[in-house]
């Protein structure tokens, strides 16, 4: 399923776990490895001083080709063909442009940066989930983890993958059940009827009903697909707040990898709501697919 796997890099510890998955990731589906680094020009665009720019400027490549060079010999470690490349420009745009040039079948990356760990995305992780083309996977930062590269390769025990019925939900079930089924390990299905629905007097009990229904079916859609796979698949069926109920379930079920479409049935073109709202609470490494 994926055959070319990017990683971008800032050379900063905040991103280590996110090295850590995709490579995890490459190494099961024997994928070829990309690592970009792209310094950051609008960072020196203040500066008045050629020379000071040009010295800001080195200082950050060389940041960048030792980052690089450490996952390309990580990759190196487990004979996973790997290639490299520094940039200069804005970063999203970068990371947009190489996934086009390259053909590239996912995205890796951690959703803070230098600038911080704070509760909000990374800026540029952020610009790259709304607007890439293909599947992105998103981690969070985590204290007290230990960065055993090595060790990533059978992390998935349990695969949470979130529906709403729509074609882009059943996109990402297909993408989560190739995870779990390579990986072995469990799938939850969940589907979260929004009770905001009901707070509109014009919507018709018929019509909640048929949102009932519609989520029955898909969860039903999942099991069986996983049926044809052999996967284990338990199906859940909630209400209230979708991304605060996906949240919930992840905690409670003690997920490693959530699954969701990157749109809903209200959106084709911008990243949807509730998919921004999980990816930004998330502990747990996030796949939104297009």
Not at 115 to 130: A, H, K
Not at 146 to 170: H, K, N, P, R
């Amino acid at each position: 399923m994926y055959d070319r796997i990017l990683i971008p890099t800032d050379g900063s510890t905040e991103t280590e776990q996110a090295v850590g998955h995709g490579l995890g990731l490459a190494r099961t589906y024997d994928a070829t490895v990309h690592v970009l680094y792209v310094t950051d020009e609008t960072e020196y665009s203040t500066v008045p001083a050629a020379e000071a720019r040009d010295q800001l400027r080195s200082a950050a490549e060389a940041v960048g080709r030792r980052a690089t060079d450490e996952i390309v010999e990580m990759a190196d470690e487990f004979d996973l063909p790997a290639e490299r490349e520094l940039r200069r420009g804005t970063p999203s745009e970068e990371i947009l442009d190489y996934v086009d040039s390259q053909a590239i079948d996912l995205v890796v990356m951690g959703t803070h940066g230098r600038s911080g760990v704070g509760p909000d995305l990374g800026s540029t992780t952020l610009r790259v989930i709304r607007n890439v083309n293909v599947p992105a996977l998103t981690v969070r930062f985590r204290e007290g983890i230990e960065i055993d590269t090595a060790g990533y390769y059978e992390i998935y025990d349990d695969v949470l993958v979130a529906t709403d019925g729509s074609d882009g939900s059943m996109a990402a079930a297909e993408q989560g059940l190739d995870i779990a089924e390579m990986y072995g390990a469990t799938v939850h299905a969940l589907y979260v009827l929004d009770t905001n629905t009901y707070a509109f007097e014009d919507v018709s009990r018929n019509v909640v009903g048929l949102l009932k229904e519609s989520g029955n079916t898909a969860l039903d859609e999942i099991a069986e697909m996983g049926r044809e796979r052999g996967i284990e698949v338990e199906t859940a069926f909630r209400r209230g707040r979708p991304s605060r109920k996906l949240l919930d379930y992840a905690d409670e079920s003690d997920v490693d990898l959530l699954t969701l479409g990157a749109h809903g049935r209200t959106s084709e073109v911008h990243l949807g709501s509730t998919t921004e709202r999980v990816i930004r609470g998330s502990k747990r490494p996030t796949l939104s697919v297009r």
